[in-house]
């Protein structure tokens, strides 16, 4: 059973950095795209940007880049949403994917919540 | 990358059918049979019902049907049931940035 689990929800202040997580299990973790979409409070979703874990290629949705970093690492089957410098304005709900390669997204974390408020 | 357009808000009632749209461009919806749809309850994440445009996921009700023509794919909603009150996204492959492309979103009510 294909499963992806994200960690927990997170307080931060403005400024502050961080990074959230995404275990995979329960298939081939190296040969999938994995990842994260964004949801405002009340809104619809966003594609943030995509990783192939199988070569670390990464591809970012033109609004988040440069203001992200998505990244995987094999070893452990994770993949990882950063933060140098967080805003207000990224409150918001994020969920990790698998992405079918010529498809779309097919399998959903459960989402993490990120709080920023000063 | 455009978001694919849905219908903010589609209603009805208990037993009928519904059907929501999901439109884009031939670089999407138009240019591949690849359209997947979601449904999305409050709270929750979204769950995967239909793919490649009319394929069922596993333990998915057959009262959810997804076909297209053109540009526009669409997810008809047959027997409508309290459960389905929801939110659904539609997304389609597309050779962009990020591979796929999700659509804005349509609220379901049942009256």
């Known amino acids: 059973e294909v499963q992806l689990v994200q960690s927990g929800a997170e307080v931060k202040e403005p400024g502050e950095s961080l990074i959230i997580s995404c275990k995979a299990s329960?298939?081939?973790?190296?040969?999938?795209?994995i990842g994260w979409v964004r949801q405002l409070p009340g809104k619809g979703l966003e594609w943030m940007g995509i990783v192939f874990p199988g070569d670390s290629e990464t591809k970012y949705s033109p609004p988040f880049e440069g203001q992200v970093t998505i990244s995987a690492d094999r070893s452990i089957t994770t993949a990882y949403l950063q933060w140098s410098s967080l805003k207000a304005s990224d409150s918001a709900m994020y969920y990790c994917?698998?992405?079918?390669?010529?498809?779309?997204?097919?399998?959903w974390g459960q989402g993490t919540l990120v709080t920023v408020s000063s | 990358q455009s978001a694919l357009t849905q219908p903010a808000s589609v209603s009805g009632s208990p037993g009928q059918s519904i059907t929501i749209s999901c439109t884009g461009t031939s670089s999407d919806v138009g240019g591949y049979n690849l359209v997947y749809w979601y449904q999305q309850h409050p709270g929750k994440a979204p769950k995967l019902l239909i793919y490649d445009v009319n394929k069922w996921t596993s333990g998915v009700s057959y009262r959810f049907s997804g076909s297209k023509s053109g540009n526009t794919a669409s997810l008809t909603i047959s027997g409508l049931q309290a459960d389905d009150e929801a939110d659904y996204y539609c997304s389609s492959y597309t050779r962009s940035s990020t591979l796929s492309v999700f659509g804005s979103g349509t609220q379901v009510t049942v009256l």
């Open positions: 329960g298939y081939s973790f190296m040969n999938f795209w």
């Open positions: 994917v698998r992405h079918v390669e010529v498809g779309a997204p097919d399998h």
